[in-house]
Every structure is written in structure tokens, then in C-alpha cells.
């Protein structure tokens, strides 16, 4: 049973570039959720993915932006990278948007922006 | 939004003890789940527990929603064990938030040989 994967682990970009992530959710899981974690802080909520649609964002600009394919992966695009942007991004997955359901987590891919 | 804070912020332990994290919350949840991130920031589900008491080998979990606190047990720590462990929740909205976590900052476990 293959687990939440993400792509790529590692990403050096510089200041004002734009980027891509990548998510594919847990097999049988729909719904995709976005989170960023600076350095010694806990991750942070961006927004979440269900039926190809935004469904909740967290407080963040809208040069964070996403979407979800009819295969349930999703991406994450950020443009005009500060240097504020350098972080953890945590991709998780879930089985619809009813309550109760319990998030798994991929393994995240490290930004850094110089 | 909802407030989540975890303590101790750090602990130290030598191999072989026990330890109790705390995580208490703000507002009513639908969710609560435990994590553990290892030193590659992977977040490993321990527990998904919204209420009552579950136990998985040597550690235990138990949420008591209606005061707003939820304690994770690690007996016999290993070094394995280190790590950050979070506590995040799903705050009842009435629909407004499924699926949407709150994390709190953490506590870093150091277990020495």
C-alpha cells in the first residue's frame, strides 16, 4: 500500500522564481491538503484539495497557489519566491472531507530560497 | 482560530524512562492526532485519537475532549524515540474546517544511551 509520496525532496531556487511541487496521496485517499514548516516551528495549514477544488486556505498570499488532477495528486505552485518561503512543505492526504478522518503525511520536500 | 500548546518544550531523558507530553487546546475539536517527526522531517502518525485512551506497544494516548487536553505516554524510552512530537487538532466548525490541522510548536525528546 503505497503511502503519500512527493517530488522533489530537495529544491534550491532564488528569489523571485517560481516553483512547482508535487503530491500523489495515499492509495483510496481523495482529498489533499498543503502545510509549510519553518525551521523549528510546527507546520502550518495552506490549503486543501477535494473534487479538483480549493476547499479551505490558510492565511497565506495568493502567490501560493495549487491544484488537484482527476487522479487526486496535487501541486503546489509558489511565485515571486522570497526568501521567507525557505521551508519544509508537508503534503497530506485523507478520504474526503467529512469529519473524523485521520491525515497522513508524505515526507516533504525542503525548500530553499536564495 | 484555535490555540494548541504543547509541554514541555524540551526533555531530556536517559534510556529506559518514562515520560508524559501534554497538549491542550482552545476550542472544541473534531480531531486530535499525535506525530512524531523523525530527524528527515517525516511526520509519522502515532495516534489519531479524538477521545478516550489508545494504546500501541510502549506508548499510550488518551484525549479528554471535554477539558481540552490530550497526553501522550512513552514508557521505557528508547533512543529511537527522539525526535519532535506534535499534537495537531481539527477545530469543530460546523463543517467549516474538516481536514484543516492546527499544529502546536512541538516537544523535542532527547533520549541519551
Known amino acids: 500500500d503505497a503511502g503519500v509520496t512527493q517530488s522533489p525532496t530537495h529544491l534550491i531556487k532564488t528569489r523571485g522564481q517560481q516553483v512547482t511541487l508535487r503530491c500523489s496521496p495515499k492509495?483510496?485517499?481523495?482529498?489533499v491538503s498543503w502545510y509549510q514548516q519553518a525551521l523549528g516551528q510546527g507546520p502550518q495549514f495552506i490549503f486543501q484539495?477535494?473534487?479538483?477544488?480549493?476547499?479551505q486556505r490558510g492565511n497565506f498570499p495568493d502567490r501560493f497557489s495549487g491544484h488537484q488532477f482527476p487522479n487526486y495528486s496535487s501541486e503546489l505552485n509558489v511565485n515571486a519566491l522570497l526568501l521567507g518561503d525557505s521551508a519544509l512543505y508537508l503534503c497530506?492526504?485523507?478520504?474526503?472531507?467529512?469529519?473524523?478522518?485521520?491525515?497522513?503525511f508524505g515526507p516533504g520536500t525542503r525548500l530553499t530560497v536564495t | 482560530g484555535i490555540q494548541v500548546e504543547q509541554s514541555p518544550p524540551d526533555l531530556i531523558l536517559q534510556e529506559g524512562a518514562n515520560s508524559t507530553l501534554r497538549c491542550n487546546f482552545s476550542?472544541?475539536?473534531?480531531?486530535l492526532q499525535w506525530f512524531h517527526q523523525n530527524p528527515w522531517g517525516q511526520l509519522i502518525n502515532l495516534f489519531y485519537?479524538?477521545?478516550g485512551t489508545k494504546q500501541n506497544g510502549r506508548l499510550s494516548a488518551t484525549t479528554v475532549a471535554t477539558e481540552r487536553y490530550s497526553l501522550l505516554y512513552i514508557s521505557s524510552s528508547q533512543t529511537t524515540d527522539s525526535g519532535v512530537y506534535f499534537c495537531?487538532?481539527?477545530?469543530?466548525?460546523?463543517?467549516?474546517?474538516?481536514?484543516?490541522?492546527?499544529f502546536g510548536q512541538g516537544t523535542i525528546l532527547t533520549v541519551h544511551p
Open positions: 476550542d472544541s475539536v473534531n480531531n
Open positions: 485519537i479524538p477521545s
Open positions: 492509495s483510496g485517499h481523495d482529498t
Open positions: 484539495y477535494y473534487e479538483e477544488e480549493e476547499r
Open positions: 497530506a492526504s485523507s478520504a474526503g472531507i467529512v469529519f473524523r478522518v485521520e491525515q497522513y
Open positions: 495537531a487538532v481539527e477545530r469543530d466548525a460546523g463543517g467549516t474546517s474538516y481536514g484543516k490541522l492546527t
